[in-house]
């Protein structure tokens, strides 16, 4: 549903009908891991600056933030009524945006 390559490159992440978040290799095609919590579909991946960690939207009305080191998730945010449609980190990963389904748009501080 949603792809993104890693600020650096070597990583491609993908949002899944299944879900998940998949992470793969970019140079090799090379699986790396899977990236499970989400309870719906995942609609939206955006990687902060530094590449430490990713930032999910899913249908199942949260925001994830998981470490790219461990590929544990970090913080779950709630706070949208409906599906999590975009997700996108501010330029000095401070902060990011999430946009759903019920015409809300968030912005939430990050860690």
Aim: net charge neutral; aromatic share 6%; hydrophobic share 40%.
């Amino acid at each position: 549903m949603s792809v993104v390559f890693s600020p650096d490159g070597k990583t491609l992440a993908a949002g899944t009908w299944d879900r998940t978040i998949g992470l793969w290799e970019a140079a090799t095609g090379k699986h790396l891991r899977k990236l499970e919590g989400h309870t719906a579909n995942v609609s939206s991946v955006a990687f902060t600056p530094d590449g430490k960690s990713l930032v999910s939207g899913s249908w199942d009305h949260t925001v994830r933030l998981w470490d790219m080191s461990t590929g544990k998730e970090r913080i779950k945010l709630e706070g949208h009524r409906d599906a999590v449609r975009c997700v996108a980190v501010a330029a000095d990963g401070r902060s990011l945006a999430s946009a759903s389904s019920d015409a809300t748009v968030l912005i939430w501080n990050l860690p």
